[in-house]
């Protein structure tokens, strides 16, 4: 009896992809293409040569370049990955040899100035595009796939761009695992001023004050650390960062200005502080559990923490163990008698589930559906 034929392995969506600037965003990117075979073959291109071999040993890339050339024309998708600041050299360096057919983006926190490079260079299917998502820590030995995963992505077309190369993008965001969405640059420029590159700025502010009395750091626990975590990321890609965007950023910094004038003229108002500071809860508690705000809100579980070993270890194995899909994990707070443990699953059954799942364990929890 003659076995029934296997199904045939779907074809990718590209035959070669081309990856320049194998950093964490860049090199999970290019994990991406590889685990989901997305692409027949990655290049990783990138001014380091330590960058890439580094990158080709943990089987981030299949083949490495360190200079632009002929071989270019050959690769049917081209990402721009390199830091703010080389994005603009990079789009002229790799220009030239761009096959005309090839699909272009980028993965840049600013959108204007990229897509007007693109469209002085002539290049034909440029679409920009911003994955937000990311860590404090840089580079490709913490690149990993699932970085892009339930990420929103934002993909930001000029009136110079074709319904195809955007429909193209936008499969390529959703086939990654991704959530594309699209607007203007300088739509996104505005929005991204306000909840990304502001609260950097806020952050240094608030590092600074502490910086220059050591008593203040002395008291500065765990929600001082959370409020400033931004001002862990790379100092130079950072300042790039807002420097590329300083325009939004300034309109931005205004309107900050006058929300800081208008509570501390609630400081004599208590009703007034209270209304604000109800409005400033009912928001915040209002946010999907995967901080992007774009994305279907999850359902929150909260442990609390003895301070014993292994008690996230045995927390995830339990569940797991049910079947219970933990979507995202956040340690809320950590103190000498223990902490709390903060689950975001995909329905209120689920929390229901995992909560007497615990609770029979012996831990103590408490939901939000």
Not at 339 to 350: C, F, K, T, V
């Amino acid at each position: 009896m003659t076995a029934a034929p296997s199904p045939a392995t779907p074809a990718p969506l590209f035959d070669t992809a081309v990856v320049a600037g194998v950093g964490l965003i860049g090199g999970s990117l290019a994990l991406g293409l590889r685990q989901r075979f997305l692409a027949r073959r990655v290049i990783g291109y990138d001014a380091s040569i330590e960058v890439l071999r580094e990158a080709e040993a943990l089987g981030v890339v299949d083949e490495i370049r360190t200079s632009p050339g002929d071989w270019l024309r050959g690769a049917d998708l081209v990402v721009l990955a390199a830091p703010m600041r080389a994005q603009a050299p990079l789009a002229r360096e790799l220009a030239p040899f761009l096959n005309p057919a090839a699909l272009v983006t980028d993965v840049g926190s600013v959108k204007s100035g990229i897509a007007q490079v693109a469209e002085e260079l002539g290049i034909r299917n440029f679409v920009a595009g911003h994955p937000m998502a990311g860590s404090e820590r840089g580079g490709v030995t913490h690149a990993r796939a699932s970085l892009l995963e339930n990420a929103v992505w934002v993909l930001t077309p000029t009136d110079q761009t074709s319904l195809t190369s955007l429909s193209r993008l936008r499969r390529l965001v959703e086939e990654l695992g991704a959530a594309p969405i699209v607007m203007p640059p300088d739509a996104h420029d505005a929005l991204v001023a306000t909840i990304s590159h502001l609260p950097y700025l806020a952050s240094l502010a608030l590092t600074h004050m502490v910086a220059r009395d050591e008593r203040l750091s002395l008291l500065a626990a765990g929600g001082f650390r959370d409020l400033t975590r931004v001002a862990s990321g790379d100092p130079r890609m950072s300042r790039d960062m807002v420097v590329e965007n300083k325009v939004a950023l300034r309109d931005a910094l205004a309107r900050f200005r006058r929300h800081l004038e208008r509570l501390e003229a609630d400081l004599d108002d208590p009703e007034e502080l209270l209304a604000a500071a109800q409005e400033g809860k009912r928001t915040r508690d209002s946010l999907p559990v995967v901080k992007r705000s774009l994305l279907p809100p999850k359902h929150d579980l909260v442990v609390a923490m003895p301070d014993r070993p292994n008690q996230i270890g045995a927390v995830t194995q339990s569940l797991g163990a049910a079947g219970v899909n933990i979507k995202d994990i956040e340690v809320l707070a950590i103190r000498e008698d223990g902490g709390a443990l903060r689950l975001g699953l995909e329905s209120p059954e689920e929390v229901q589930q995992a909560a007497e799942i615990l609770r029979r364990d012996g831990f103590e929890v408490r939901g939000r559906g």
